[in-house]
């Protein structure tokens, strides 16, 4: 298609005109595969994505700019110069993008690396729990050992109390 404009050019078609349409072409393909690489990351990276949404439809504007600047390549050499500044503000916005796009990524794995070592320390502190709770069982089945042997004890001595009273009351009543 862009060969058939510049063919309908008046006079033979000049270097510059094929160095744009190339220079065009390079950016399209450029826009279309952003445009892929930002839909594979967008399930993961929503914040950003609504940011790449709002630069893309603004590269998808000036995209078509492009298209209508393209048009007016054969009204004159005046609208190549424009065109060709329209499509330098476009790869700028468009590398900054990207740019943006990296450091959000960048902050991301940072947040994930953050929240694992989290977790790692809440694991610890829960084996830490773990092992104090454990103690604390040990601890309370002594206890309770412990409680039941006395238990016993006191019941003997109670015993050994109630048969020292009973005989000394024997005792007593045979004096008497």
């Not at 595969?33 to 609504?50: F, K, Q």
């Not at 330098?88 to 794995?109: F, V």
């Amino acid at each position: 298609m862009s060969e058939d404009l510049t063919r309908k050019m008046p006079g033979a078609p000049d270097r510059k005109s094929d160095e744009l349409i190339k220079m065009v072409q390079a950016v399209r393909a450029e826009l279309s595969d952003l445009r892929n690489i930002v839909e594979t990351r967008l399930y993961d990276t929503r914040p950003i994505w609504e940011r790449v949404t709002a630069d893309v439809a603004h590269l998808v504007e000036g995209q078509r700019g492009l298209t209508a600047d393209i048009a007016h390549l054969i009204e004159g050499q005046e609208g190549l110069k424009q065109s060709v500044q329209n499509l330098t503000e476009g790869q700028d916005n468009l590398t900054q993008g990207q740019h943006n796009l990296i450091q959000g990524q960048q902050g991301l794995r940072e947040e994930l690396h953050n929240l694992k070592e989290s977790q790692q320390s809440l694991k610890e502190g829960q084996e830490d729990l773990r092992g104090e709770v454990r103690e604390i069982r040990t601890h309370l089945r002594d206890m309770d050992r412990r409680l039941s042997i006395f238990n016993d004890t006191l019941v003997g001595i109670q015993a050994d109390y109630r048969d020292i009273y009973d005989r000394v009351r024997g005792i007593e009543r045979q004096r008497t």
